[in-house]
């Protein structure tokens, strides 16, 4: 046995790589994918007949190799719709809207943006009138800064 292990070395690490390659389908965090990818290149260094103890080592160098240089591409290449989502009021921004209560200079008046209403000011201080559209450029607490489309 220790004969057959010896002259099919290539057969460990290509089980050690194959053994990862299947545990990274089930966990999905590309950390045991860059050991399969250690193990299978091992396999190359087995073949040219190299001593185990050089093999153990160029598993660990390309193990550690690929953690730092394949791992954040592999998760950059397919975790791309991980954009960051906007959360409730900075969806707002950009959003356009009905004023169902004219904006008078300063004062506040009232819009209605994707059927919710909103206290709003006017951005340029201008009076917005009642059915003019909006859109939200800023929001503050509970009060929308709309300008005037149109």
């Avoid at 050089?54 to 591409?73: D, E, G, N, T």
């Avoid at 008078?104 to 201080?125: H, L």
Wanted: glycine residues 6%.
């Amino acid at each position: 046995m220790y004969d057959f292990l010896n002259n099919n070395l290539w057969l460990f690490w290509f089980f050690i790589g194959l053994v990862c390659l299947i545990t990274e389908m089930i966990l999905g965090t590309f950390f045991v994918f860059c050991l399969a990818i250690g193990g299978f290149l091992t396999v190359i260094f087995s073949l040219l007949s190299c001593p185990f103890w050089f093999q153990i080592v160029a598993f660990a160098l390309l193990s550690v190799v690929s953690i730092f240089f394949v791992r954040p591409v592999m998760i950059r290449f397919l975790h791309k719709e991980h954009n960051e989502r906007l959360s409730n009021v900075d969806a707002l921004i950009g959003r356009v809207g009905i004023v169902i209560e004219d904006i008078k200079g300063e004062s506040n008046g009232y819009v209605k943006i994707d059927g919710d209403e909103w206290r709003a000011v006017s951005c340029d201080s201008s009076d917005i009138l009642n059915g003019d559209r909006v859109r939200v450029v800023k929001m503050d607490s509970l009060v929308v800064t709309v300008e005037r489309l149109n």
